[in-house]
Structures are given as C-alpha cells and as structure tokens.
C-alpha cells in the first residue's frame, strides 16, 4: 500500500457521481465506503444501476409518490417532462439540461435528481470522515458504478487522494477502457475487482453492447503487472448460466498468476424499479431471482477445474 504523503493531487478536479454509501461491507476488506460513479461504457441487460449508464445528470420519476398535480410539467422551461400512460411521466434527456426546477418546486418528492459533480476535495472530506472506521477495521474505500474508469483523470486523482491518506483502496471495473486508463491507476489502487460476463464475444455484445476483446486484453495485461485481483462473474439465467460457460470462464481464469478468486453474483432483480422510474423497459422482467444456494454447485466444478470459486451473498 502507498502510504507517501508527497503525492502530488489535484484536488480541485471535479467528476460526477451519483451515490455514496457508508459503512459498506463485502465490497473489500473490513468497513467501507463505496463511491458510486456516473458512466458506463456498457448496457448489460441485468444492470441494477441503470441510473448510473448516462453520465448526463437524470431525473427520476417515482410514480408512486406523486400527486398528479402537474407543477413540473408547467414549470420546465425546456418542456422536457411528458405525460406517458404506461410510466406516468417521462424526461426527454434530449431536451432536459438539469436545471432542476422541477425536482425543486415538487412537494412530495416524486421527482429525484441522478448525478452529482463533485470535487476530488469535496469527495475526500466526506471520505475521511469515517477514516476512524476504516483503521479499525482494516477497511476503506471503493469505487464503483456505474464505470470509474469511464472518468479516468477523476478516478485515478481520487485514488492518489485516498492513498495520500493511507486509505486502503479497490475499484470494481468491465475492463472495457483503454489500457492507458488502467495503467495509471495501478500505482494507487490495493484491490481490482474486475468483471467477466461472458466468455463468447459475440454473446457478450448481444447482452452488453459490446464484444469483450478489449476486456480480455486488458486483463492480460493487468495479470502481469498487478498482484490481486478478483474476478466476478454475474450469474444471469440465459445469459451465462449453462455449465459449459461457466466451465470456459474458469478454465479461461485458471491460468492467471494473481488472479486471487472467482466470486459469482446471483442475479437479482433490484433494478427493476429504477428502470421504471427512468422510463425504460427492463427486458428481464420474466426472470426470477438467483438464490445463493441454488449455485454452490459451481464450487464443485471450480474445484475440479484447479480454480476457487466463491458465491457472493447479495
């Protein structure tokens, strides 16, 4: 870990992002703070953060808070708010600027703001203010998304920060950005998580939007350069479930030197109402949530393969 005070940051860099939560666990080591960015290179269909795809500021509707009253409909000067039968009301994102009017003039809260630009200082005051619980636990912080990377300069100063104040550090990434991107933040991250949805490229873009020979490459890359990494592997019924996909990955996974673990993330279904609440359909809304238990079967075939293989509890 890279404790040296003389770190240069840049401090006053801003970026954006869209949620912090505290006292996190299960994201790395000990207590933590996940950090939440804005942007994603990616459209899996199973995405439980939707919110975070558009690195443009949203506004989400909850239908069932509102009121019907109409006031933001009268009060957007873009006129980017519309009646919809099937959602209620929908934001042209076209015409929507983010001003906020709306959100601001609403009583009851139907209307929330997604995205927040914010400072490399400004971030680093509200992180530190759990470095008590981050010493006591050996925790610290992670950053998630949405796609960090997809904001490389904010990524990489946040994590110089974070190191600056011998803050323990991970980051969860698609590994679908420039090498470059990847390389500069090597120096101040401890812990990789680094996804594999599908082992076929083609299959990959037909549930991602885009193939996975960049991912593949970088991981490569990361393999020879950085010492722990984890791979996760979201387990999506009719996407990736059928053993021999599974097998592929693990052998595929097999033969990396400081790949640590493979830890496998039952699909669940708790970004079924964020889909609505932007005004999109949810293409997976025919399936059920994965259970834990159902999958420690893939602990057996890891094993047998020569690689070890964890299911996450969510």
């Known amino acids: 870990m890279i404790v040296n005070k003389n770190i240069s940051v840049n401090t006053k860099l801003k970026g954006k992002i869209f949620d912090i939560k505290k006292f996190a666990t299960g994201d790395g080591p000990g207590i933590r703070t996940l950090v939440f960015f804005k942007g994603c290179p990616l459209r899996c269909e199973w995405c439980a953060n939707p919110e975070s795809q558009e690195f443009k500021t949203l506004i989400m509707y909850h239908q069932n808070k509102c009121n019907k009253c109409g006031k933001c409909l009268k009060i957007c000067p873009n006129n980017a708010i519309i009646p919809d039968k099937k959602y209620g009301l929908k934001v042209n994102l076209n015409k929507c600027d983010g001003c906020q009017k709306c959100v601001d003039s609403c009583y009851y809260n139907a209307l929330e703001i997604i995205g927040e630009e914010i400072s490399v200082e400004e971030l680093m005051k509200r992180v530190m203010r759990d470095k008590e619980f981050y010493d006591n636990s050996e925790g610290g912080v992670t950053l998630s998304g949405g796609e960090p990377l997809f904001q490389p300069i904010f990524t990489r100063e946040l994590l110089k920060a974070c190191k600056k104040e011998r803050i323990h550090t991970a980051i969860e990434t698609c590994g679908y950005t420039a090498w470059s991107n990847i390389k500069s933040i090597i120096p101040y991250v401890d812990l990789i998580y680094y996804d594999i949805k599908h082992i076929d ?14 991912i593949i490459n970088n991981l490569i890359k990361l393999d020879l350069v950085f010492k722990n990494i984890i791979i996760r592997i979201p387990f999506v019924p009719g996407c990736n479930s059928e053993d021999l996909v599974q097998k592929k990955i693990y052998t595929f996974i097999r033969d990396f030197k400081n790949v640590k673990r ?4 039952p699909y669940h279904r708790l970004g ?9 359909n949810y293409k997976l809304k025919h399936l059920d949530a994965v259970e834990k238990v159902d999958l420690n079967y893939l602990i057996d075939i890891g094993c047998k393969i020569g690689t070890q293989v964890f299911i996450d509890a969510q």
Do not use: P
Request: charged fraction near 35%; glycine fraction near 8%.
């Open 201 to 214: 490229s083609s299959q990959h873009k037909k549930f991602t939007g885009v193939d996975n020979k960049l």
């Open 262 to 265: 493979i830890e496998i993330m």
């Open 272 to 280: 079924k109402e964020k889909y609505f609440a932007l005004g999109r």
